[in-house]
Nanobody, 128 residues
């Protein structure tokens, strides 16, 4: 069935930039809204960013818009998360998720429960 896989994480320094990728399989990728979440072990998942299936609408978590940019390449079934000016509080495991159901918007895509498929996560570590 549908598989989602993140890549691009690693160790960076404060102020660096990093681009995460999310490759998704399946014939219906172009009809999926896609989201990014992050988690520090022992903490609640945090909404990072999301993008509608057309790519015309994007949404961001609190204080992230302006530093983070989400985009998608429907021809190659890839979603990107460009992260700039990384801060220590950005260190986390980042997860990519796909929503197969119809409907989208900030109130929907910011919720974990709205997504049907999840990747295994990619670690981002930020150090001074």
């Amino acid at each position: 069935q549908v598989q989602v896989k993140e890549s691009g994480g690693g160790l960076v320094e404060v102020g660096d930039s990093l681009r995460l990728s999310c490759a998704a399989s399946g014939r219906s990728f172009n009809r999926y809204s896609m989201g990014w979440f992050r988690q520090i072990p022992g903490k609640e998942y945090e909404f990072v960013a999301a993008i509608s299936w057309t790519g015309s609408s994007a949404y961001y978590g609190d204080s992230l818009e302006g530093r983070f940019t989400v985009s998608r390449d429907n021809d190659n079934h890839i979603v990107y998360l460009q992260m700039n000016d990384l801060k220590p509080e950005d260190a986390a495991v980042y997860y990519c998720a796909a929503r197969g159901a119809a409907g989208y918007g900030a109130s929907v895509l910011e919720r974990r429960e709205s997504y049907d498929y999840w990747g295994q996560g990619t670690q981002v570590t930020v150090s001074a």
